[in-house]
T-cell receptor, first 113, second 110 residues
């Protein structure tokens, strides 16, 4: 079984559309993250939830809204997609708090046309 | 702002040679971690070194940490073609944040 699974793996859409990416972890971890990796491979933290509570919210446009229905799931909804949103989005999970080891999903490549 | 900076950005070596990558960071840390990313895949954790440790080994990997210089190095000995990947350092403090650098792209030529 995949520890951290993301869907979809690839997403191609038009500017202005709304899309969601889903993430699930079966590791029993308390904390989940969304990271964005741009074309230069720079990985930037976006959001983090600990036991369904938002604990990190970096400078991300309001068009991005995370939702955590339970501690095993963290979804990312993006409204009014823009060309600059094209990137690979990674979900990750972590046990406990602090800077512990992250387990990453395989990534979701979003292309906005 | 970006915390870790890897150096070099890209490295090409022959199979069997050693590969050394460096990471510099700016603020106080609890630990420093190294991750590998194969093309089109997610990041995989390699090794974690705590701020009170100076050196750590795992198989062919050797990591050093110099907190006075705010730098770390990752050495891969006897490299293999399968080691071709991007390598990232990540620094953690007392918060939940793990901040990644921009990575070193390693190419191991057979």
């Amino acid at each position: 079984d995949t520890a951290v699974s993301q869907t979809p793996k690839y997403l191609v859409t038009q500017m202005g559309n709304d899309k969601s990416i889903k993430c699930e972890q079966n590791l029993g971890h308390d904390t989940m993250y969304w990271y964005k990796q741009d074309s230069k491979k720079f990985l930037k933290i976006m959001f983090s939830y600990n036991n369904k509570e938002l604990i990190i919210n970096e400078t991300v446009p309001n068009r991005f809204s995370p939702k955590s229905p339970d501690k095993a799931h963290l979804n990312l909804h993006i409204n009014s997609l823009e060309l600059g949103d094209s990137a690979v989005y990674f979900c990750a999970s972590q046990q406990g708090s602090g800077a512990n080891v992250l387990t990453f999903g395989a990534g979701s490549r979003l292309t906005v046309l | 702002s970006q915390q870790g900076e890897e150096d070099p950005q890209a490295l090409s070596i022959q199979e069997g040679e050693n590969a050394t990558m460096n990471c510099s960071y700016k603020t106080s840390i609890n630990n420093l971690q190294w991750y590998r990313q194969n093309s089109g895949r997610g990041l995989v954790h390699l090794i974690l070194i705590r701020s009170n440790e100076r050196e750590k080994h795992s198989g062919r990997l050797r990591v050093t940490l110099d907190t006075s210089k705010k730098s770390s190095s990752l050495l891969i000995t006897a490299s293999r073609a399968a080691d071709t990947a991007s390598y990232f350092c990540a620094t953690g403090d007392s918060s939940y944040k793990l901040i990644f650098g921009s990575g070193t792209r390693l190419l191991v030529r057979p």
